[in-house]
């Protein structure tokens, strides 16, 4: 059974830093790319960041570049994101997701997590 779970979040001021993490189990790691996406009340479900099985590659959304940082450590089946001078409008439910290639499509994913909560106040 495949697991994905999300912890990290919180609440933080604009201009701080958060650094969720995504604990993956009952799949081979490194055989994934892994992804986050987030979605906002009222809003679609949106890709923020993917890293690839070994970390070579990495595709960030225009809207995180320079503020977010993916990584991973296959030794310990996790992965991060590191969240830096963040935004109101940066609030939203994180949810990190599996993909067995590297993409930013949502349907492309195939096991998600339930989320964790960013809330970022003004």
């Known amino acids: 059974q495949v697991q994905l779970v999300e912890s990290g979040g919180g609440l933080v001021q604009a201009g701080g830093s958060l650094r969720p993490s995504c604990a993956a189990s009952?799949?081979?790691?490194?055989?994934?790319?892994m992804g986050w996406f987030r979605q906002a009340p009222g809003r679609v479900r949106e890709f923020v960041v993917a890293i690839s099985w070994n970390g070579g590659n990495t595709f960030y959304v225009d809207s995180v570049r320079g503020r977010f940082t993916i990584s991973r450590d296959n030794a310990k089946n996790t992965v991060y994101l590191q969240m830096n001078s963040l935004k109101p409008e940066d609030t939203a439910v994180y949810c990190c997701a599996a993909a067995r290639l590297m993409a930013k499509t949502a349907e492309l994913y195939d096991y998600w997590g339930q989320g964790t909560q960013v809330t970022v106040s003004s």
């Open positions: 009952g799949l081979t790691f490194i055989s994934y790319t």
